[in-house]
């Protein structure tokens, strides 16, 4: 019997790269793998259904389950996670030290409905009562003038989101004084050049994610896994094919990180940072599946609904084909 020969778009990180390399095999699969960067991926998964199989942002695939006919159906892989405490940038000499200071500003975005903004909004609100009607919202491109919103999205009322200038970038206007702050998964190309005009609204990121974690317990979740609905329905085995190879790559990727005899990322500190997360987080720290990672679900779907993105409360059982939320034991 010959393999399904299927198209699979993904980042290149660790935790896929033995995917890529065939160090493991997709059950009844023949990969043709695509290495590609988030907005690619998900520009064309979303918008021309490019893919058998892509990773597809948290934030969009919402969206998609309240509209007719959902292309994609999605896998517990989560391919991205990230403390979005990092990805709310400043213009220094906006006079804001903390992040009660953003109320009545202008906050830059490339997208509104990015799952990074929905977690850093929903930050701002939960922890520091900074709610989405209580800023200027001015979207655009980072460095090229315009973008546009991979979906179609209808926001509440007391929501301002206003179009940068003609001509203008997020980057340059933040810089510039033209926007006070931005938020946004990338950080603006002026901050990663070490422009002193632009720094992170808070200093110590990682001691305020930790604290974070410790007081509700949630890594954010970025990026899932989707596969083609119509060939779920044709070969049902497929999801489950899926979970159980992409979970023994990012087991090949963490068994690598305990390997220091020489490091296998190009970072100093790699033992440090890894005692350090375990500690936090707890052996497993970038778990797949529903169950170790149902609350932190929930709260993210009560965020998407709560900030007008989808126009129904989606519930965790919604979000993953049927075969991936269990599994056989011996």
């Given at each position: 019997m010959s393999k399904l020969r299927l198209s699979i778009a993904m980042g290149d990180y660790d935790r896929t790269r033995a995917i890529y390399d065939g160090r493991v095999q997709i059950d009844g699969i023949d990969p043709a793998c695509m290495l590609q960067v988030p907005e690619e991926m998900f520009f064309r998964a979303f918008r021309h259904h490019a893919y058998d199989v892509s990773e597809i942002s948290f934030s969009s695939y919402v969206v998609s389950l309240t509209r007719p006919d959902p292309h994609y159906v999605a896998?517990?892989?989560?391919?991205?996670?990230?403390?979005?405490?990092?990805?709310?940038?400043?213009?220094?000499?906006?006079?804001?030290?903390?992040?009660?200071?953003?109320?009545?500003?202008?906050?830059?975005?490339?997208?509104?409905?990015?799952?990074?903004?929905?977690?850093?909004?929903?930050?701002?609100?939960?922890?520091y009562g900074?709610?989405?009607?209580?800023?200027?919202?001015?979207?655009?491109?980072?460095?090229?003038?315009?973008?546009?919103?991979?979906?179609?999205?209808?926001?509440?009322?007391?929501?301002?989101?206003?179009?940068?200038?003609?001509?203008?970038?997020?980057n340059?206007?933040?810089?510039?004084?033209?926007?006070d702050a931005f938020i946004g998964p990338r950080a603006p190309r002026s901050f990663q050049e070490g422009d002193t005009r632009v720094g992170r609204l808070f200093d110590d990121t990682v001691t305020v994610a930790e604290d974070y974690y410790r007081r509700t317990k949630r890594f954010p979740i970025m990026h899932l896994l989707g596969v083609r609905r119509s060939l779920t329905a044709e070969h049902p085995w497929i999801p489950g094919a899926l979970l159980k190879a992409f979970a023994e790559?990012?087991?090949?990727?963490?068994?690598?990180?305990?390997?220091?005899?020489?490091?296998?990322?190009?970072?100093?500190?790699?033992?440090?940072?890894?005692?350090?997360?375990r500690s936090l987080i707890g052996p497993d720290f970038w778990s797949y599946g529903v169950g170790a990672n149902r609350d932190i679900l929930d709260y993210f779907l009560e965020q998407h609904h709560r900030q007008g993105l989808s126009t129904r409360r989606v519930a965790v059982d919604e979000l993953f084909h049927p075969s991936t939320q269990e599994s056989f034991s011996l």
């Open positions: 896998i517990p892989v989560f391919l991205s996670r990230a403390f979005r405490h990092t990805s709310i940038y400043v213009n220094k000499d906006a006079g804001i030290s903390k992040p009660e200071d953003l109320k009545g500003r202008k906050i830059g975005i490339a997208e509104y409905q990015l799952t990074a903004n929905v977690w850093a909004r929903a930050i701002l609100q939960d922890d900074v709610a989405p009607s209580d800023v200027d919202w001015i979207r655009g491109g980072m460095d090229t003038p315009g973008r546009p919103e991979k979906l179609k999205i209808d926001l509440p009322p007391d929501v301002r989101v206003t179009p940068a200038p003609e001509g203008a970038t997020l340059a206007m933040l810089a510039e004084g033209g926007i790559a990012k087991r090949i990727s963490q068994d690598a990180l305990d390997d220091t005899s020489a490091t296998k990322v190009t970072m100093p500190f790699v033992e440090d940072t890894l005692h350090r997360a």
